[in-house]
């Protein structure tokens, strides 16, 4: 599974930004996408997740109200819609995914692929 990930840029605060994320190769039943992201000097946090089959969604707290992430089957890839954006938003966002999504959604060892990271930066 490869991961291609797109849409960062540099936005004003209050902005709307949405990234991609296309998946290619072999899907599996169990499979599950995510964001992440990492600011300088950070470590990488969870953003949100969705479920492929059933289409559970979870998000972070910072990302609830604000953020969305919807799926496009056909096309194997995933978005995060950004709205209302802050300076504290900026960062490198990474889009995961996982073989067999379990019960723990928010952590990074939970997924087996990693995109190359797309950054999105928060003008205030």
């Known amino acids: 599974v490869q991961l291609q990930a797109s849409g960062g840029g540099l936005v004003q605060a209050g902005a709307s930004l949405r990234l991609s994320c296309a998946a290619s190769?072999?899907?599996?039943?169990?499979?599950?996408m995510a964001w992440f992201r990492q600011a300088p000097g950070k470590d990488r946090e969870f953003v949100g997740a969705i479920r492929w089959s059933g289409g559970n969604i979870y998000y972070a707290d910072s990302a609830k109200g604000r953020f969305t992430i919807f799926r496009d089957n056909s096309k194997k890839t995933i978005y995060l819609q950004m709205n209302s954006t802050k300076p504290e938003d900026t960062a490198v966002y990474y889009c995961a995914a996982a073989r067999s999504l379990g019960l723990v959604v928010n952590l990074r060892r939970m997924y087996d692929y990693w995109g190359q990271g797309t950054l999105v930066t928060v003008s205030s």
């Open positions: 190769g072999r899907t599996f039943s169990g499979y599950g």
